[in-house]
């Protein structure tokens, strides 16, 4: 049974930096792309990054490029969101997700990830 489990929210100040951590485990996770969401109350979910399943290759939605950097370590079965410079809009709960398909880069289209973490809380204060 494939679980995803987040770390790292909290509550900080806009300009400030918070890294999130989300640990799978039940599948070969050097296979499988991997992919941080988030949802704010009242909004639709949005797409945040994406990574391949090697680290070698990460997409980013166009409101946090150059603010997030998106990373993983296979051997820890770990994906990593590092923010930075963070805004009261990215006030959100953040979930990881992890690709359906074995080497396939489903980017920002949430129907093709089959898992996804129970979420944590982020929260920027002005």
């Known amino acids: 049974q494939v679980q995803l489990v987040e770390s790292g929210g909290g509550l900080v100040q806009a300009g400030g930096s918070l890294r999130l951590s989300c640990t799978a485990s039940?599948?070969?996770?050097?296979?499988?792309?991997m992919a941080w969401f988030r949802q704010a109350p009242g909004k639709e979910r949005e797409f945040v990054a994406h990574i391949n399943w090697s680290g070698g290759s990460a997409y980013y939605a166009d409101s946090v490029k150059g603010r997030f950097t998106v990373s993983r370590d296979n051997a820890k079965n770990t994906v990593y969101l590092q923010m930075n410079s963070l805004k009261p809009e990215d006030t959100a709960v953040y979930s990881c997700?992890?690709?359906?398909?074995?080497?396939?880069?489903?980017?920002?289209?949430?129907?093709?990830?089959?898992?996804w973490g129970q979420g944590t809380q982020v929260t920027v204060s002005s």
């Open positions: 997700a992890i690709d359906a398909l074995p080497y396939y880069l489903a980017y920002g289209t949430p129907q093709m990830y089959d898992h």
């Open positions: 039940g599948r070969t996770f050097s296979n499988y792309a």
